[in-house]
């Protein structure tokens, strides 16, 4: 395939962001932190990786953000919708993610940025409920009004492009299904208000239809719907999804592929988490929780590879279980407990306790997103970007293809993507080609 022409990054980038709770308060006021010299991004691949480029005796490895064309945090603009009218200062002081020493000197910023009504059904998210929503008699005219805000917030922040990262709770558990094949069948299903289409859906149908690049960081269906995929493809914008990869589901991530490639054995990987921020509330919904189920469920699956490896994996048990505390608030505990085997089959036992925090780990994943899916757009790339499947639980994938969860295959896969981007030579560290290592 071709190398895609970039165009330019200059110019206001509008972030929008359905659903201001802990994730999308800690990513804005951790923006705003870092643009006044408080702190630094600390977790985020385009604002502190390096990318090294061509062979290792070139010492060439420049920082991510000084390679490729990205937008700088400086032309960021925040904007979001919530049933709860919280602007983003008290939305971020309820979530208690980040202490009033960050949040206090930016308080007047974080004012600012007042949720827009949203398009909110508590059929969908039954835990929780605010006042601040839209009311329209179809799903259409919902649609239709979060197009007229995409607008209006363009205009009035004066942005040359926008973005829109879904930050809200996780929805009912919900199958792809016959409304959700064709544009077509979609739109008449929100014409006739089916149950099928859910709010987050509509939000992804207006992004798209506004010229928008989504990314959806909840496990809910919202853009991975084929109807929705092919708009994204006709329109020439990016998407990508689904759920954040950020605690236990990431240590999942960076332990199984070590397992996997020392052929050890697992017979059996039982996680479970106590968590008490209102995403762990509306998890405590079983609906909400089967969504989020499934997304943690398949990631063993597909990098243990338990057809190809039967001895070694086919008769592994995988159980995740949330529990709801408050007292934890977004200080996640997540325990795991592996039941490994090796030589001859003699058995060992992994324990992991993570103490994480939710949304620190979140935030920096709403930015590298933002920026690399705004990147994407201007390199013409549309469609599902596996390219950034390193920041998902549960990487949304071409019809046909498995997902890749492997971290470190992720990891490899966008910097790749980047250097082809960019016109430079793809790493494959084989690395017969350099002196002393010739084959005669
Ligand atoms: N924090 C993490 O590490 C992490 C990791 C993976 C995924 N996620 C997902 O990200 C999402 C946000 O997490 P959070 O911790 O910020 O939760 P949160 O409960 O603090 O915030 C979610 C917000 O979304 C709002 N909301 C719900 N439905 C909405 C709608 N239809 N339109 C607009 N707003 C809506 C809620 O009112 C709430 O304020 C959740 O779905 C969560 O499962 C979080």
Redesign the pocket.
């Known amino acids: 395939m071709e190398r895609p022409v970039i165009q330019g990054s200059e110019g206001r980038l509008g972030v929008l962001l359905?659903?201001?709770?802990?994730?999308?308060t800690t990513f804005i006021a951790g923006v705003e932190a870092v643009r006044q010299g408080h702190a630094k991004p600390i977790g985020s691949l385009t604002q502190m990786n390096t990318i090294r480029l061509g062979k290792r005796t070139e010492g060439r490895s420049p920082l991510i953000k000084d390679f490729a064309p990205l937008a700088g945090l400086d032309q960021l603009v925040f904007g979001?919708?919530?049933?709860?009218p919280d602007d983003a200062f008290d939305?971020a002081v309820n979530?208690g993610v980040l202490d009033r020493t960050h949040l206090d000197p930016i308080e007047e910023f974080l004012r600012d940025i007042k949720?827009m009504p949203?398009?909110?059904?508590v059929a969908?998210?039954k835990k929780?409920n605010?006042p601040n929503k839209k009311e329209a008699s179809t799903k259409r005219e919902l649609a239709e009004a979060l197009r007229a805000d995409i607008r209006r917030f363009r205009v009035e922040n004066d942005c040359d492009r926008m973005v829109m990262i879904?930050?809200?709770?996780?929805?009912i558990f919900l199958r792809p299904g016959p409304t959700h094949q064709t544009l077509e069948s979609f739109e008449k299903a929100m014409e006739e208000n089916d149950a099928s289409i859910a709010?987050?859906m509509l939000?992804a149908y207006a992004a798209l239809m506004e010229g928008v690049p989504y990314a959806n960081?909840?496990?809910?269906l919202s853009g991975d719907i084929p109807a929705l995929e092919s708009l994204a493809v006709e329109r020439g914008l990016p998407i990508a999804g689904k759920?954040?990869?950020?605690?236990q589901t990431l240590m999942k991530t960076i332990l199984a592929p070590g397992l996997k490639a020392r052929m050890l054995g697992l017979d059996g990987w039982f996680s479970t988490n106590i968590l008490g921020?209102?995403?762990g509330?509306?998890?405590d919904d079983p609906e909400s929780f089967k969504t989020?189920e499934e997304s943690k469920l398949g990631v063993l699956e597909h990098i243990l590879q338990p057809k190809l490896y039967p001895e070694l994996y086919g008769d592994m048990y995988h159980k995740v279980r949330i529990n709801y505390y408050p007292p934890r608030g977004?200080n996640k505990e997540g325990w795991d407990n592996l039941d490994i085997f090796g030589w001859l089959g003699y058995p060992m036992q992994i324990k992991v306790d993570f103490l994480c925090r939710?949304?620190i780990?979140?935030a920096p994943i709403v930015l590298d997103l933002a920026l690399f899916i705004d990147l994407a757009a201007r390199s013409g790339m549309s469609g599902i970007q596996e390219w950034l499947s390193f920041y998902f639980?549960s990487p949304q994938t071409p019809e046909g293809l498995y997902p890749e969860h492997d971290l470190f295959i992720q990891h490899k896969k966008l910097k790749n993507t980047l250097r082809w981007m960019m016109g430079e030579d793809l790493i494959t560290h084989l690395g017969v080609d350099y002196p002393g290592q010739e084959i005669s």
Do not use: H, Q
């Open positions: 359905p659903g201001m709770g802990a994730v999308a979001g919708w919530d049933p709860i939305s979530a949720p949203a398009v909110f059904d969908y998210v929780l605010g879904w930050c809200g709770s996780t929805e709010p987050s939000y960081g909840a496990p809910n759920d954040f990869k950020t605690g921020n209102r995403d509330e509306v998890l989020k977004d939710d949304s780990l979140a639980k």
